[in-house]
C-alpha cells in the first residue's frame, strides 16, 4: 500500500488560502486516484475533491467548495495538491488525503473505498 503524509495547514483568517500537500511514498502515486476528505469538529468526514490517474484526468469537487478549492497532482514529485482559497469558517477541520488503487485507471468513487489514508492535517479559519 502506499503511504501518504499530508502537510500544509495551518491558521488562516477568513477569505484567505492555503495548499494541502499529500506525499506518497512506498508506490507511486501514478497508480493511485486521490482524494481530500475534510472533518469538522464534530462531524463525520466528508469528501470534498478528488482526482483520477491517467492520461485524461477527471476531478470531482464537492458543491460546498466548488469555485473555491481546487486539487491537482504532480507525479513526478510524488504529491497531491488542494489549493483552498477564500476559506471560511465552515472549512475549519482535519483534512485527510486519501488514495485508491494501484490500478491504471483508479476512479474517484467517494463512497467507495479508499485504501490508504494519511494522518490528516488541521486547518483552522479564524480572524
Known amino acids: 500500500q502506499v503511504q501518504l503524509v499530508e502537510s500544509g495547514g495551518g491558521l488562516v483568517q477568513p477569505g484567505g488560502s492555503l495548499r494541502l500537500s499529500c506525499t506518497a511514498s512506498g508506490v507511486a502515486l501514478e497508480w493511485f486516484a486521490i482524494a481530500w476528505f475534510h472533518q469538522a469538529p464534530g462531524k463525520g468526514r466528508e469528501g470534498v475533491s478528488c482526482?483520477?490517474?491517467?492520461?485524461?484526468?477527471?476531478?470531482y469537487v464537492s458543491d460546498s467548495v466548488k469555485g473555491r478549492f481546487t486539487i491537482s497532482r504532480d507525479n513526478a514529485k510524488n504529491t497531491a495538491y488542494l489549493q483552498l482559497n477564500n476559506v471560511q469558517p465552515q472549512d475549519t477541520g482535519v483534512y485527510y488525503c486519501?488514495?485508491?488503487?494501484?490500478?491504471?485507471?483508479?476512479?474517484?468513487?467517494?463512497?467507495?473505498?479508499?485504501?490508504?489514508w494519511g494522518q490528516g492535517t488541521q486547518v483552522t479559519v479564524s480572524s
Open positions: 486519501a488514495g485508491r488503487g494501484p490500478s491504471v485507471r483508479a476512479l474517484c468513487i467517494m463512497d467507495g473505498i479508499f485504501g490508504s
Open positions: 482526482i483520477t490517474n491517467g492520461d485524461v484526468e477527471e476531478v
